[in-house]
């Protein structure tokens, strides 16, 4: 008896009820990816035409999204073999460590600190500190930004003059980006360091590194060095209480960054989603009784919905949903694995940020019978059922579609 839990990083369903709030009200990237493929606008693999997930729809997916948006319709999903419906989030923000801890049970019911839309974005008591302690020579934007655009507009004057680059965006965070080779990827993550002692002021939920290679614009790229500085859960999550058990509790990908370490014995890094994919069919066939694997997709935000690439979001869920069989034949008798998403990144939508959506959750197993779970009005409803899934005490918050 294991849980998997899968995270398709961004994989909105529709908008939240909150969604104004977020000016998000309308987004969904489900629902626009889809529409765009079914027009025949979107080229992927050298092909148009439909969205084929036929996997992802026998998990219930297309039902799912109808439900949760009855403007977009239901796709066709012929025999379902999976629990399917949609959550909401309780936590204030739509941020990437909101979304994680609330479906550990641990919703975000505070305020995070963000940097306004300025020029100067940060305090200039901050970037002084940053400077004068992590002996730079300055740092360049300063101001909220896409991280691709960024190291394209500032990447030769970073590599001339050492000056990081630091950003933000509408989540959290502090983002700094710094050439892996001529300033240093660990210089890098010492600034890190050193800005996440200095974000705590401020209510930050993340720094987080951004290395890239490349000697001039059009061949800058992100390299997978990428580090998340999280600050860690405020209170106990589902993880931690399944370590505090004495079982393993595998993060893959940036979840042990993401909890910053908090809950998890075992962390494997592993470069996009094909790797991730691997990494989380190998532990699935290794990993003992009472274990919980749990893995971020995290191309289809990073790669794809923050830079508003329809065309690269359509093959990454084709290219993931190919592969679910490989996790299905490995599932033993008494798993229960879970798909689901963190928030929205809707790449038809205005801007670069992430919106504020409901997320499917699907969950199958052996055992797990087919059936629909409606709306749920909480994240923390999947580490409720994971919770009730492996015998232990309920958690503080979410109700258990078990």
């Known amino acids: 008896m294991r849980a ?38 979107v ?27 009855p403007r977009i319709g239901r796709m066709q999903s012929g025999r379902i073999v999976g629990r399917y419906g949609s959550a909401a989030e309780l936590s204030k ?7 994680h801890w609330e479906m550990m049970g641990l919703p975000v019911e505070i305020d995070w600190g963000y940097f ?51 950003y933000t965006s509408a989540d959290s965070v502090f983002q700094i980006a710094a050439h892996e080779t001529h ?36 061949s800058f790229k992100r390299t997978a060095n990428r580090h998340d500085y ?38 494997l890094k592993a470069d996009g989603n094909e790797q991730i994919f691997d990494t989380m069919v190998d532990c699935v066939k290794a990993a003992p009784d009472q274990s919980i694997i749990f893995a971020n997709f995290v191309d289809f935000d990073q790669s794809f919905g923050h830079r508003r690439d329809v065309a690269g979001y359509a093959g ?16 033993k008798p008494g798993d229960l694995a879970v798909f689901s998403a963190d928030h929205g990144c809707d790449p038809t939508w205005t801007g670069s940020d992430h919106t504020r959506e409901v997320v499917p959750i699907l969950a199958f197993g052996p055992d797990i019978l087919a059936g629909a779970i ?9 580490g409720q059922s994971i919770a009730k899934h492996l015998a232990l005490d309920p958690l503080a918050a979410g109700t258990s579609f078990l």
């Open 230 to 267: 999280a600050t860690p859960p405020h209170k106990p999550t589902l993880l931690d209480r399944v370590k505090a058990k004495g079982h393993e509790v595998v993060g893959i990908g940036k979840i042990s960054d993401i909890f910053a370490g908090s809950g998890i014995t075992r962390s």
């Open 183 to 218: 300033f240093g990827l660990e210089r890098l993550y010492l600034v890190c360091r050193i800005a996440r002692k200095l974000v705590d002021q401020y209510n930050v939920g993340r720094v987080i590194a951004r290395p890239f290679a490349g000697e001039e614009p059009g």
């Open 43 to 69: 080229v992927r693999g050298g092909r148009t035409g439909p969205l084929d997930i036929p996997n992802l729809l026998s998990l219930g997916l297309g039902l799912a999204a109808g439900e949760a948006d």
């Open 116 to 166: 306004p839309r300025t020029v100067p974005a940060f305090p200039a008591a901050l970037t002084d500190a940053l400077i004068e302690r992590a002996k730079l020579p300055g740092i360049l934007g300063n101001c909220h930004a896409s991280g691709t655009e960024i190291i394209e507009k500032y990447g030769m004057e970073h590599i001339g003059t050492g000056m990081p680059i630091c």
């Open 93 to 99: 923000g739509k941020d990437t460590p909101s979304g």
């Open 374 to 382: 409606g709306k749920r009005s909480t994240f923390a409803d999947i």
């Open 4 to 41: 998997i839990v899968a995270v398709l990083d961004s994989f909105g369903i529709g908008s939240a009820p909150d969604a104004a709030r977020f000016g998000d009200d309308g987004a969904n990237t489900f629902g626009h990816i889809a529409e765009a493929c079914a027009a025949g606008k």
């Open 316 to 331: 990454a869920l084709e290219a993931f949903d190919a592969r679910i069989p490989e996790l299905q034949a490995v599932l």
